[in-house]
């Protein structure tokens, strides 16, 4: 595998905590992985993340202030090896736009990485508080070093 795309709904809260925390974990191991993060819809193109999720990666030292959220587009699935959704509906909305079975082999559970099958959502903290934000990071950091331990 040599490459990575977190995917959510808007591109602003958790795929950008799970790209910051990704390239952290691979910048801090001097490995070599294309790692990005998209959209299913288009609400937010071109913004940078929420505040909230900026302030949690900033305090665990992860500067995630320069992305931009874009929408997911069917070459991601020629760019990347690797799609990890965050919830149930943003993996149906990427299904859907799959174009054949190999396609649909790169998709999967951001959560499924550290509990295989177990297709576990990663709760979408835009309408709570900072608290959310916490958990959110803190899914996504054991998601991240599950995946790494068990990179091929």
Same mark, same amino acid.
Do not use: W
């Given at each position: 595998?040599?490459?990575?795309?977190?995917?959510?709904?808007?591109?602003?809260?958790?795929?950008?905590?799970?790209?910051?925390?990704?390239?952290?974990?691979?910048?801090?191991?001097?490995?070599?992985?294309k !790692?990005?993060s &998209?959209?299913?819809?288009?609400?937010?193109?071109?913004? /940078?993340?929420? =505040?909230?999720? *900026?302030?949690?990666?900033?305090?665990?030292?992860?500067?995630?202030?320069?992305?931009?959220?874009?929408?997911?587009?069917?070459?991601?699935?020629?760019e990347?090896d690797l !799609?990890?959704v &965050?919830?149930?509906?943003?993996?149906?909305?990427?299904? /859907?736009?799959t =174009?054949n079975? *190999?396609?649909?082999?790169?998709?999967?559970?951001m959560?499924?990485?550290?509990?295989?099958?177990?297709n576990?959502?990663?709760?979408?903290?835009?309408?709570g508080g900072?608290?959310g934000?916490?958990k959110?990071?803190d899914?996504?950091?054991?998601?991240?070093?599950?995946?790494?331990?068990?990179?091929?």
């Amino acid at each position: 595998m040599k490459s990575v795309l977190f995917v959510c709904l808007g591109n602003i809260c958790r795929s950008p905590l799970g790209e910051g925390i990704l390239r952290d974990k691979v910048n801090r191991k001097g490995l070599d992985l294309k !790692i990005d993060s &998209a959209g299913t819809e288009s609400l937010h193109v071109g913004e /940078s993340p929420d =505040r909230r999720s *900026t302030k949690t990666a900033r305090e665990k030292g992860i500067d995630i202030s320069k992305q931009v959220a874009r929408q997911i587009r069917i070459s991601d699935f020629d760019e990347f090896d690797l !799609i990890l959704v &965050a919830d149930a509906q943003v993996y149906r909305e990427v299904i /859907s736009m799959t =174009r054949n079975e *190999t396609d649909k082999k790169k998709v999967d559970f951001m959560m499924n990485m550290l509990k295989p099958g177990s297709n576990t959502a990663v709760p979408d903290p835009y309408y709570g508080g900072q608290d959310g934000f916490e958990k959110v990071y803190d899914m996504l950091n054991r998601a991240c070093d599950s995946l790494l331990k068990n990179l091929k």
